[in-house]
């Protein structure tokens, strides 16, 4: 069983009980995976993540936009470390996918 990451709303969660009332807002994606967790960044900053428009990426100078590989491991570590911080809930749920 893998954890699902889930964006939801808390509508009640009474004294004493252990789980809350909750409205699913989106499923995210696999846990493990980068891109449910960037969701999951974007999604708990209001961030709208849409494609640029002509005019915007006619700006742009004429480059190679990648991260070089050695750069990569580290910006993970950041963005796995910042994602430990998050203050709004995003739910890790157990799903059966294998």
């Known amino acids: 069983m893998e954890r699902e990451l889930v964006a939801a709303q808390i509508d009640e969660w009474t004294e004493g009980s252990i789980c809350p009332k909750a409205l699913v807002i989106r499923m995210l994606g696999r846990a493990k995976e980068i891109k449910p967790?960037?969701?999951?960044?974007?999604?708990?900053?209001?961030?709208?993540?849409?494609?640029?428009?002509?005019?915007?990426?006619?700006?742009?100078?004429?480059?190679?936009?990648?991260?070089?590989?050695?750069?990569?491991?580290?910006?993970?570590?950041?963005?796995?470390?910042?994602?430990?911080?998050?203050?709004?809930?995003?739910?890790?749920?157990k799903s059966k996918h294998q």
């Open 37 to 93: 967790q960037i969701s999951a960044v974007l999604f708990e900053h209001a961030i709208r993540a849409a494609d640029f428009s002509p005019e915007s990426l006619s700006c742009l100078r004429d480059a190679p936009w990648k991260i070089p590989p050695e750069e990569y491991d580290v910006s993970i570590k950041i963005f796995y470390n910042a994602s430990m911080m998050r203050k709004t809930l995003i739910l890790g749920s």
